[in-house]
């Protein structure tokens, strides 16, 4: 969506996928999981299966709740760590959907994926108040996309395995997936006040 302050995107990768890599992604990634989680937690707090950083990312919300509460603004400090959190998981969300096959750096490194969210000077403190409620009607519809998604998923893994291509339209829908995702999980997060549109784009 045109003008949202939180941006995604992936570089697409048009050369024959690693089928060797593909086969065992799950395997491969759970050092990288088990610090910022998996493709399809949305991140609700500390035990939403976001890994070791994610809780500690949960926790900055959690007291950026309260500072934003009293003071109308964000911590900057508690900010930018949440900031290097996402764009960790965005890197990570990529490699583990299957999206991109190079190995994402541990925290931060040149990857071929786009995360960005603007820093808010004031936030608003009703809606921030009322945020879990506030999410919830995106919760919903979220996680039923997801469920599509993951089938999506199950059919591109047997395809690239014996194609060696990831098919193109799934390929788009999970990026699109993703995207609105971490625009959730920022929104949960605190970082923007503006609801996330129900959108793939």
């Known amino acids: 969506m045109a003008g949202y302050p ?17 086969a065992f992604r799950f395997i491969l990634a759970i050092p990288q999981i088990l610090i910022v989680g998996s493709a399809g937690s949305i991140g609700l707090g500390a035990n939403s299966g976001t890994g070791a950083f994610g809780a500690v990312a949960s926790v900055c919300a959690f007291l950026a709740w309260f500072a934003i509460l009293f003071t109308g603004k964000y911590p900057r400090g508690l900010w930018d760590l949440v900031k290097a959190f996402m764009r960790w998981r965005a890197n990570v969300v990529v490699y583990t959907a299957l999206l991109r096959d190079e190995y994402p750096p541990f925290g931060t490194g040149t990857y071929p994926v786009t995360f960005d969210v603007e820093y808010p000077e004031q936030s608003n403190r009703w809606t921030v108040a009322f945020r879990l409620i506030l999410a919830i009607p995106q919760l919903i519809v979220l996680v039923l996309v997801l469920l599509a998604w993951l089938v999506t998923v199950v059919i591109a893994w047997f395809a690239i395995l014996f194609t ?8 788009g829908f999970g990026i699109g ?17 503006e609801y996330p549109p129900f959108s793939l784009e």
């Open 6 to 22: 939180v941006s995604f995107d992936v570089e697409p990768q048009t050369a024959d996928r690693n089928r060797l890599t593909t």
């Open 164 to 171: 060696g291509r990831y098919p193109e339209g799934l390929y």
């Open 177 to 193: 997936v993703q995207r609105w995702t971490l625009r959730v999980q920022a929104y949960l997060f605190l970082m923007r006040d």
